[in-house]
């Protein structure tokens, strides 16, 4: 079965860095875009960043633009998300998922989710 596991994430002081790795398993991961997501405490999950499925092409939400950055290793089966200049504001758990076709259904897989937590 699909599994997405997260891990990397901490209490850092803000303008720290963390990274953040994604360890997938049960589908054919170099086919399949990736992303990250993160949820607020109190708000909702908004998309930070995605991925191609070779690396080639990344997007991310305009708060993160130029202090985050995601990576692949196809090899590994890993996503990578670099965390750096953090801010409070940066504060959620944060969770990787792939949109995969279920029976001609695209369906959304999630991970457990990181707690990262930016806070003097």
């Known amino acids: 079965q699909v599994q997405l596991v997260e891990s990397g994430g901490g209490l850092v002081q803000p303008g720290g860095s963390l990274r953040l790795s994604c360890a997938a398993s049960?589908?054919?991961?170099?086919?399949?875009?990736m992303r990250w997501y993160r949820q607020p405490p109190g708000k909702e999950r908004e998309l930070v960043a995605t991925?191609?499925?070779?690396?080639?092409?990344?997007t991310y939400a305009d708060s993160v633009k130029g202090r985050f950055t995601i990576s692949r290793d196809n090899g590994k089966n890993t996503v990578y998300l670099q965390l750096n200049s953090l801010k409070p504001e940066d504060t959620a758990v944060y969770y990787c998922?792939?949109?995969?076709?279920?029976?001609?259904?695209?369906?959304?897989?999630w991970g457990q989710g990181t707690q990262v937590t930016v806070s003097s």
């Open positions: 998922n792939v949109v995969l076709k279920v029976f001609g259904v695209n369906k959304d897989y």
């Open positions: 049960g589908f054919t991961f170099s086919l399949y875009p």
């Open positions: 991925i191609t499925r070779f690396g080639s092409d990344t």
